[in-house]
Every structure is written in structure tokens, then in C-alpha cells.
């Protein structure tokens, strides 16, 4: 589906899975990039509490409708 076409549940499914490529997207590099493996650990943990933030909406939204 085109984004403006889906419900705020499947918005937040879509942005839920983008968190999920962050998070090991920057894992990887933080494995490929030991000089600088803080930064992206960081920046891993901060889509971490994206993706909870945003899973819990989705529960919020669930049971609202």
C-alpha cells in the first residue's frame, strides 16, 4: 500500500519495521567499525526505544478500535 492510502495501524507497523533495519543496521556497522562502535550502539539503543515507543501505540491504537 502507498503510504497515504494505510491506516494509522499499518503506519505504525511500516515505522516499526524501519526501526528494526536501524537497529541492525547500526549494529552491524558498530561490529564493522570498532574505532567508532559507541556512536552506533547509541545510536542503536536510541531506534530501540523508537521501535518501543511506537509498538506501544500500537497497542494503545488496538484497543481503541
Known amino acids: 500500500k502507498e503510504v497515504d492510502e494505510m491506516g494509522p495501524i499499518e503506519a505504525l507497523e511500516l515505522a516499526i519495521s ?3 533495519e536501524a537497529i541492525k543496521m547500526y549494529q552491524k556497522y558498530a561490529v564493522d567499525y570498532p ?6 550502539w547509541f545510536l542503536a ?3 530501540q526505544k523508537h521501535k518501543q515507543l511506537l509498538e506501544q501505540k500500537k497497542v494503545e491504537l488496538t484497543r481503541s478500535y
Do not use: R, S
Open 18 to 20: 524501519k526501526e528494526i
Open 35 to 40: 574505532a567508532i562502535k559507541d556512536t552506533f
Open 45 to 47: 539503543d536510541e531506534e
